[in-house]
């Protein structure tokens, strides 16, 4: 098991940036691959992006391709989502998750511990 607490997020104007993080404790992060999802009120929850438990291989969401960039650094517990040139569509509470043992990184049913959401609103 993972427990996550995700820091980060709040306002910021069309084309800004922010930088979401999440601290985990617990054995099993440096083999967990991590996600970072988003959803609107009233919409599912979607995949932004993953990465696995080195950093060696990433995944992106067709929007978050160019402009968000996922990270990892085992040694401190934590993965990042920094997130560039941001839109007004990117407001959303942003949710990160692990997924311990389990193959594959864009389903949201494969991850198992969940932080608590962040607030991201990007105003036009």
């Known amino acids: 098991q993972v427990q996550l607490v995700q820091s980060g997020g709040g306002s910021v104007q069309t084309g800004g940036s922010l930088r979401l993080s999440c601290a985990a404790s617990g054995r099993t992060f440096s083999s967990a691959t991590m996600g970072w999802f988003r959803q609107v009120l009233g919409k599912e929850r979607e995949f932004v992006a993953a990465?696995?438990?080195?950093?060696?291989?990433?995944y992106y969401a067709n929007f978050a391709k160019g402009r968000f960039t996922i990270s990892r650094d085992n040694d401190k517990n934590m993965v990042s989502l920094l997130m560039n040139s941001q839109k007004p569509e990117d407001t959303a509470v942003y949710y990160c998750a692990a997924n311990v043992g389990g193959s594959g990184y864009t389903s949201q049913s494969l991850y198992s511990d969940w932080g608590q959401g962040t607030q991201v609103t990007v105003s036009s």
């Open positions: 990465i696995n438990f080195d950093g060696i291989i990433k």
